[in-house]
């Protein structure tokens, strides 16, 4: 006759509640996401598959910052915003963005955060001012928001110039001295696409990056990942670089990923390159609001349960 446990319907129960708590703490993250979309202009936001493929990408994200959006009259970015809306009704997207930056009338291009008004809002942004230093100088963004223990975070995008890529992620720490100083808070994370990789940032060059040889900054994306759609490459153009330990401490491990919508999405090569030649690169911030909310009732019932066990063994 094979024993059962009479507490063994209260073990299962346990163990069941235990699965609820990880699969809701996995959903209470906070995505932060950073894509590269060249030439983000009203005819491309015009173009449905292209609108509704973006659309799908960003509606991941709590915070996305575009690159390559020319949309001086802000017509591209309120039909994405639009679109958004629509296609999540339960939430509500603003954006805030730079001036447009380049050095040549056809190569203006303006950095673009969208964001979730429910879960998190600006609280200050800043230009970074030396030209020289830059062709498109990041625009600093502070954030604030309930989901995540630090509160406030700083966002500093760069979309370098590829010819002169290692002095650029170089000045970044110029740029994170600054805005670390402003708003008197050193949680920053730096993300775009740095082409940080393959010919424009060697093994070599990296004693060269103060971000490199600075142990307090941590780089996410991993140099041997891809973040292009084209087969022909396979380069970690794209980064996300994070300082400061609160800041740290609150990411997911492993979360920061390449999207790779052209898999998730089953689409061709073709209409992908319709949208850009880059994938999105993402991290994830834990919200530690629902386990501080669940862990008393699972610690009661576990040892509740283990309790009894115990004694019914005895």
Not at 12 to 29: D, H, I, R
Request: proline letters at 4%.
């Amino acid at each position: 006759m094979r024993w059962r446990s009479p507490h063994l319907p209260l073990l299962l129960l346990v163990l069941s509640y235990l699965a609820l708590l990880v699969e809701g703490a996995k959903s209470s993250g906070f995505k932060i996401c950073a894509y590269n979309v060249p030439k983000f202009n009203f005819a491309k936001a015009s173009n449905y598959r292209v609108l509704h493929t973006l659309t799908r990408i960003v509606s991941r994200c709590d915070i996305c910052l575009l690159q390559g959006v020319m949309d001086t009259d802000g017509k591209a970015i309120k039909r994405l915003l639009a679109s958004l809306n629509r296609y999540e009704s339960n939430n509500n997207y603003k954006s805030v963005s730079s001036k447009s930056l380049g050095t040549s009338p056809t190569d203006m291009e303006q950095y673009v955060f969208i964001y979730r008004t429910g879960t998190v809002n600006v609280t200050g942004k800043h230009q970074y001012q030396k030209k020289q230093s830059f062709v498109r100088e990041p625009f600093a963004v502070e954030f604030q928001s309930t989901k995540i223990a630090i509160k406030k975070f700083i966002l500093v995008p760069l979309h370098t110039d590829p010819g002169q890529a290692v002095k650029e992620i170089d000045r970044l720490y110029d740029v994170f001295q600054e805005v670390s100083k402003i708003w008197n808070n050193s949680n920053v994370m730096f993300l775009g696409d740095f082409h940080a990789s393959c010919a424009y940032v060697t093994r070599a060059n990296k004693k060269n990056i103060r971000l490199f040889t600075d142990p307090q900054f941590s780089w996410m994306i991993r140099d041997k990942v891809d973040t292009t759609v084209s087969d022909d490459t396979n380069c970690a153009y794209d980064r996300i670089v994070v300082h400061g330990k609160p800041l740290l401490k609150t990411i997911r491990p492993l979360s920061a990923n390449v999207f790779n919508y052209v898999k998730d999405f089953k689409l061709t090569k073709t209409k992908a390159l319709e949208v850009s030649d880059h994938l999105p690169v993402e991290v994830v911030l834990n919200s530690d609001a629902f386990l501080l909310q669940a862990t008393p009732l699972l610690i009661l019932i576990s040892v509740s349960a283990i309790v009894q066990l115990f004694l019914s063994a005895l």
